[in-house]
């Protein structure tokens, strides 16, 4: 009984909590689904990608953190303080990195801060950016591809082996 009471609390408060962030915040977010971004730089990712680069490359945290990560402006510039500087887009990144300031890129998919993602489980797991975030190598700016409700994430555990797949259900894995 004791142990039943102690984990329901938790629930109740969840469940309160998650309701209440979603009145405020799903407008929002359902506003943005599946929007083309503005950028600060107009930087392509077809032009990197064709010219042989990958996506760790730039986006290293991905397999060990929660977070993919966009490189710094030293990243670019370790390229652009000789590659196309007379290209017009390459001198506004010239320009932030002689002002010694960060790309102030934009988010283009952002989970409800009540929601759990982490790139590390997914990248160890075996599944690619693209499983995930579509043809990101056939675009300039990064477009969100599907939208990421709670539905899709559940569609995919569903899907994974059956020793794991009732623990990738529950809601404290994605909601913590
Ligand atoms: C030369 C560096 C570089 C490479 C290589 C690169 N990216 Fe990016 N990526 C960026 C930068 C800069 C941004 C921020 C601008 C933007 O959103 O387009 C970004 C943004 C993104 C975003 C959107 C992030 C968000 O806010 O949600 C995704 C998704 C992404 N990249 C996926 C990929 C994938 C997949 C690949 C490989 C096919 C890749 N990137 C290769 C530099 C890179
Ligand atoms: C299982 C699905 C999935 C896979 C696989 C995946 N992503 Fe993501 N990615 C997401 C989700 C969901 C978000 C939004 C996370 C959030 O807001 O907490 C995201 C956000 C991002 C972001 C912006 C925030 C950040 O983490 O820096 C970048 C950049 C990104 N992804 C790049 C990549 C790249 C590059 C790969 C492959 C190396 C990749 N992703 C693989 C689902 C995925
Ligand atoms: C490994 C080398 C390398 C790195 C690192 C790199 N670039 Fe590039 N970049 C290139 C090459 C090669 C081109 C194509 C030049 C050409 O066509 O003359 C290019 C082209 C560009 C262009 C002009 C074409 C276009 O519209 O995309 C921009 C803007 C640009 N890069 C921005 C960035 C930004 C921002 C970063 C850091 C996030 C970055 N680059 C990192 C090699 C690099
Ligand atoms: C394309 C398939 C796919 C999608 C989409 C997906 N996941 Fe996953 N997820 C996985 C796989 C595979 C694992 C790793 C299972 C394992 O450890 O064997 C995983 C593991 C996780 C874990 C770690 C669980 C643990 O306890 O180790 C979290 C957290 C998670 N996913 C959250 C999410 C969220 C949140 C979303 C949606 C925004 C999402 N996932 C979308 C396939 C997916
Ligand atoms: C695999 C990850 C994952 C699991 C497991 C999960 N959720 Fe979610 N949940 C999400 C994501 C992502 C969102 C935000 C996007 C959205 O609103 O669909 C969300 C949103 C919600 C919302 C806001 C309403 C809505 O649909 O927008 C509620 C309430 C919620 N979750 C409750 C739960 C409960 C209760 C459980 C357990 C039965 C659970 N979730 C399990 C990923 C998950």
Redesign the pocket.
Known sequence: MAQIKRRKVPFILLAVFVLSAVLVGGYYSQQSANAAVDQPVDYSHKVHIDAGME??YC?S???RS?????PSVQKCMGCHETIATDNEDVMVVIDYWNRQEPIPWE?????PDF?Y?S?QP??LSG???E???GEVGEMDLAEPVVD?HMGWCLD?HEQQHEDIAPHLWECLVCHQ
Not at 66 to 70: F, N, R, Y
Not at 107 to 111: F, I, L
């Open positions: 996506c760790l986006h945290s991905a397999t929660p977070v993919a990560g966009v988010r283009v998919n952002k989970e929601v993602f790139h997914h990248m599944l690619s950016c499983n995930c975030h990421m995919c």
